[in-house]
């Protein structure tokens, strides 16, 4: 477990380092080393996906950008007096990190059939033409693949992949306790909607084995709004390009969180000048999301895979034939049923374009994955209640003013409430699972019971509630640690391969599973796999293609479908 701690430790320095070319970190700022560390993720996705489209991220290209990145940053850190503060946050993250990983799981079953597999395929190739034709899951791929590819490095070694994910997770946590007790006593209703935030993420994402792609991008949503509600708050002009930045970064890590880009979008509209979004930055933002769509282009024929209308039909590697299951139209019809809850429909006598239709699947949705949905919002709805009642409570009533729903402070906690009620009515009639929308659920009720209760929250005359929330948030962290204590205790006696590191290579001892090669013209064009591929030879597949030619052109890979 040392070896696990040790590389957390140099895991969390390494994106504070990387965010070091961003932002710099402040002395004795505990949040502001976590958010270069959070950008520092962005950069290396960023840089990642970059550099696939020339070279395999093996570990020799990974281990010169850790390189790259960390002795200038430690240079700088030195040079500055933030080494010391830098290294205690570095190891605080890296013993939350080490709680989270050892002997838990991978998100199952997306992890072993497309996270793994995908990521195994970056570090071993250069970006592939048409790789989506092996496996359909592979045109949903998130910027955290590349991430996780980039961390196979001659230090960490197969176990770097693992690491990205939960260090980002937890130097969010540390930044929004310390916000929770920094801004108490300046600015209660920004404190307290960070203590909401933090709230949710410690009762809803506790564990490692919960952290797919989706989990990952609702935390970074509901950080960047946090990012976005202390703007509106303060007034703070450098928030702005942090802002873009963020939104780019977490529309590449899950599509369907789109309504992100509504928060930039603000201060365009509100901007008396478009120039001042003209920048370096913002530049080099744009040009990657627009790398990024050229990739997903060049790996599915699609803009955004599998929303047909961005796909473009005329590209060899393409097809829109409905006999194959990785057609764009076969998909998004496939998604959009399953979401609206095709499996639980049971003896309904119905096809799935019927069943989408006319709200044709609310009877289902609503009997199945509507109770789940309530049930999870229900905890935190009568959380909210319970804090607001005491609230009231202690507000100084001689002091409160009358509320105007309409005034300048109000219009833009207002469009915060509108982006993502417009963000769960577009979530509602499209993916509606809950883990797609929870970060748009609970931004909203978040925002929606601060707009009502603001006028009490900013009139708190009494010390022994900010104690109370101070305590609160201790205890909820206590409980963090104790349920993630008790998990490991239960799992201590499991012995496995590259115990206790999480497994990545099969489900039960770990070992690497045997994969047949499938040829084509005497090369190998894919590995299949009996159940998930996880990461092993790559490109893998958990299903038999037949309809797959493939050859090679300027030493790039290409898959194509025969018709």
Known sequence: MGQVFFYSIISSLYLIACGNVFIKSKKNFVSDICKVGIFGSAILSFTSLFLNFFFPIDQNISSIIFL?????????????????????????????????????????????????????????????FGVANIHFRFGHISIL??????????????????????????????????????????????????????????????????????????????????????????????????IIFLSIFIFMNKATLIIVFALPFYFIICSASIKKFINKTNFIAIIFLLLWITKNIIISGCAIYPITKTCFTKLSWYSDDEKFSVSSKIQSLDNEAWTKGWPDKKDLNITQQEYVKNFNWI???????????????????LFLIMIDLLLIKYADKKKLKENKLFNSENNKLLYLILVFASGIFLWFLRFPVYRYGSSYLIIFLISSNIFFLKNYIRNINSNKIILFFRILTVLLIIIFIFKNIVRIYKNYDQKYYNYPWPKIYSDLSNLRIITKPIYYNNSVIYYLANKECHYNSAPCSNYAVNNVSFFMKNGYKIYKIIK
């Open 68 to 128: 790259f990145f960390l002795i200038p940053a430690l240079i700088y850190f030195v040079k500055t007096g933030t080494l010391k503060y830098t290294l205690i946050i570095s190891i605080i993250s890296g013993a939350i990190t080490t709680l989270i990983i050892i002997l838990d799981n991978i998100y199952r079953p997306d992890a072993g059939l497309y996270h793994l597999p995908y990521t195994k395929i970056i570090n071993e190739n250069k970006i592939i």
């Open 145 to 242: 693949q590349y991430l996780n590819a980039i961390y196979n490095n001659h230090l960490f070694g197969d176990n770097g992949i693992i690491l990205p994910i939960a260090s980002i997770f937890s130097l969010l946590i540390i930044f929004f306790i310390s916000e929770v007790f920094n801004e108490l006593k300046k600015n209660k209703i920004y404190s307290l909607y960070i203590f909401f935030i933090i709230t949710y993420i410690l009762y809803g994402y506790n564990r490692y084995s919960e952290f797919g792609n989706d989990a990952l991008g609702h935390i970074l949503l509901l950080f960047v709004s946090s990012i976005f509600f202390k703007k509106i708050q303060f007034n703070e002009n450098k928030t702005i390009k942090e």
């Open 363 to 381: 009877s289902v949705w609503s009997n199945h994955h509507g109770i789940v949905i309530f049930k999870k919002l229900s905890i935190f709805i």
